[in-house]
DNA sequence: CTGAAAGCGCTTACAG
DNA sequence: CTGAAAGCGCTTACAG
């Protein structure tokens, strides 16, 4: 059928089988426009007749075109939940540089919502070609998708999603079940007329993130379907204050004998853990979020009777790869919605989570 | 410093600095010799200097070096556990073609030993440049590892590790710790003194795989540490006959009134789960791995208690992905033995699992 | 609106 | 042992 000993097709194989020149149908491929109706159209059915796939190395090569993506996310230290997150980042990244696209990560405090407010008044001033937003203060979040949609730059939304934005994709677990599956494995060593008591980190201006909201629906929706029949309380914790989190938790368990549950809906269960453990309530048991080292250590010891997990460098990794993909490639994520897995830890199995990196 | 203008060194440059030409840069690059000592001496110098890192997508341009991959798996239907790896297989090969690497698919039947030794025949006659094993055989997997060896072809181990070989990598799970959490799960929810029901299918000419073995041996080990007192009895079950099925399990029921627990150790548990939702057993606790299609049925249905699973996607990906980079670029995988995370899925967060490639 | 030509960074014969 | 030159498939000025 040809005299062409290659099998795949490339454009001066289209370019010969249209009569006109590369310069012409690379003008297509781009929709670069500035092309004649009949040239375009030839064209055009030349490239759905043979089923034209671009060499992306070769175009990657020859336009040499630099991607900046905006990694915007919390200010995190070594062993803390964010640090997963940027692993994810990393390997990305180094996947990402092949193809041009480089990444700036830009840090806010996710306990204080004014510096995230500053970090927007920078991003202003910066140029970029895609965005991972971290949703934290969602109500900030989404007045700024709406800058970014102006100025044309897609964005992908990892933590929780928001309604009502223009995400090429979200990456994440749904908070709501992922509260329900916390419940399971609380309830699971219950008494149904137990009492639980919710730790909750007080921080100067923050209101809550919504997904420690949503899980807290869906882990007090699972009970009342089950039917338990005990209460709920909560107990205000501070972050680095070992005494005053004493005072508070021995007050409450003594005015509630029936408490043999515990849980917390961030990454801080470590903080409950190490209250149980100094005084020995083995009779409580505890679940709550995150892999993070510490809160590994104490279920390794047995003081926490699970963890509920989110892939925090899946996460990351895939937000990148998302808008490398799109960027580079033009390609959109299969779904926008990525519900990711919610991952259930025990004692027996925690030692191969940190294989978890895709 | 310097008038180039270039952030990256090439080789261009490199060539400029030793004095030399490109081609005798390249020779060094990939030590194919012929260059006198006094250059290779001084372009290393060079090379180290200013830390050279080859453009990859250029190389692979310009080298039109074409790799085969040949993964070796189970044959498999739809909604099979090797479907779900062979998910994995896919997405890699779409992410490899980009490196003119191709994936060819050899299968073999894995209740048949037979089939497994006249693919090794037919493999012997094909070349390839890498190969991804899947090791169900053991015992005929490692001595065709010596016949890579010696052509000098890497190859790499998914499903369960092999010792004694030359493997670039390994992606798998712990069988041994993998049955440690199903008896964790299990016994959760059993008194300690309750019989277990352990099923297992019969085929021709299969000895059970060594993967199941380990997994019992964990199993077993967990129970006994946590001063289990009951009997485990084994059903002798077969994949397409219920009515023979029922009739050996309902002997067995009745014979052991102390039986509350069952499991199995390879991916068939919706064949037990079938029996008990058919008799009503909801007394009996089941606990099975992989989340093939039927089994999350039945977890869903609430009749299967817990699965675990050790994500065939990541291994299938993971595992092409290894062998591309070894060849593509030289690099070695991070870590020889990726013991990969296991999972463990109710109920509550079975729904998210399809999400799970990487 | 169109095409010839140079170039991306590397590899590969080929001639010496 | 060495280097000049062509080429991988695509993009990008540039001249018309």
Redesign the interface.
């Known amino acids: 059928m040809s005299d062409n000993e290659h099998t795949t097709v490339r454009i001066v194989d289209i370019a010969r089988m249209a009569g006109v020149s590369v310069a012409t149908v690379d003008r297509v491929i781009h929709n670069r426009g500035k092309v004649s109706e009949e040239n375009l159209a030839r064209i055009n059915e030349v490239l759905h007749e043979v089923n034209y796939r671009p060499?992306?190395?070769?175009r990657?090569?020859a336009s040499g075109r630099q991607y900046t993506l905006a990694v915007v996310m919390p200010r995190f230290a070594q062993g803390e939940y964010w640090a997963d997150f940027d692993a994810g980042i990393v390997r990305a990244e180094a996947e990402a540089r092949?193809?041009n696209v480089a990444v700036r990560k830009f840090f806010f405090d996710q306990y204080d919502r004014s510096s995230f407010e500053k970090l927007l008044a920078t991003l202003r001033g910066e140029t970029f070609d895609g965005a991972v937003l971290a949703t934290l203060f969602a109500e900030m979040v989404s007045p700024f998708t709406r800058e970014l949609d102006e100025r044309g730059v897609p964005y992908v939304f990892v933590d929780s999603n928001l309604p009502g934005c223009n995400q090429l994709a979200y990456f994440g677990?749904?908070s709501f079940?992922a509260g329900?599956?916390a419940a399971?494995l609380l309830y699971?060593?219950l008494d149904p007329g137990s009492d639980i008591v919710v730790g909750r980190i007080i921080h100067r201006g923050d209101a809550g993130s919504n997904q420690c909201r949503s899980r807290e629906e869906g882990f007090r929706s699972?009970l009342q379907q089950q039917g338990f029949r005990g209460k709920l309380h909560y107990a205000a914790l501070r972050l680095d204050d070992e005494a005053y989190n004493r005072e508070v938790l021995d007050d409450l368990l003594l005015k509630h004998r029936a408490i043999a549950g515990a849980v917390t809906f961030n990454s801080t269960c470590y903080i409950l853990a190490g209250y149980l453990a100094a005084r020995r309530r083995t009779d409580v048991r505890l679940v709550g979020y995150d892999v993070i080292r510490r809160n590994g250590q104490m279920l390794d010891e047995g003081v926490v009777t699970a963890l509920v997990a989110q892939r925090p460098e899946?996460q990351g990794?895939?937000g990148v790869m998302a808008l490398c993909e799109w960027l580079v490639e033009g390609r959109r994520p299969d779904t926008a919605e990525?519900?990711?897995?919610?991952?259930?830890?025990?004692?027996?199995?925690i030692?191969?989570?940190k294989?978890?990196l895709?």
């Open positions: 060499n992306l190395i070769a990657s090569l092949r193809y677990t749904s079940d329900a599956v399971r699971d060593r699972y899946a990794y895939r990525n519900n990711m897995p919610i991952d259930i830890l025990l004692k027996e199995n030692r191969y989570y294989n978890n895709i």
